[in-house]
């Protein structure tokens, strides 16, 4: 017994793999001047005292950066953040012209991926009332959520910069 296929006239079909192409090469443009976008914005909030005491108590409650209030104001360390982020974000964006400045932006990213998700089991502000895990609050879980995702695209971002830089050496 045979099977009928239908043709599909060829006016209605756009050949397979310059679609896929397309696609990723519009992913991977938003992968990472969407990592830029999102590094820079949060990074120029950082100047804004609504965002330097928004972080606080992440900060003050980390085991990693809760002794730094000891040394600087809440608004000189949000200050520093936010010049360090612009930077961060800057040397991702550079990537068309430099692949070693977006690997050191690109790895500089996921090390403040991880000091942020880390704030995830140190920070105040647990649901209890949701049942625990897989619960989250708003604050300090949902809004720290998302990092999971943006880590994802800074180290993909620093692979591919680094795969630009050792074809540069072969």
Known sequence: MAC???ATPASHTVPR??????IQTIGVHLIRYGLVLVVAWIGAMK????????IQPLVANSPFMGWVYHVLSIQALSNILGL????IAMMIALRPLSAAMAAIGSGAAVVMFLTTLSFLVSAPGREPSLGGFPA???VPGQFL???LVLLGAALWSLGE???QLQRGRQ
């Open 4 to 6: 009928a296929v239908k």
């Open 145 to 147: 959520v998302k990092d």
């Open 161 to 163: 910069a680094l795969q």
């Open 47 to 54: 100047f804004t005292a609504y965002e330097a005491n928004g």
């Open 84 to 87: 360090v982020e612009i930077a």
């Open 17 to 22: 793999s310059n679609t896929s192409t397309t």
């Open 136 to 138: 989250l609050s708003v």
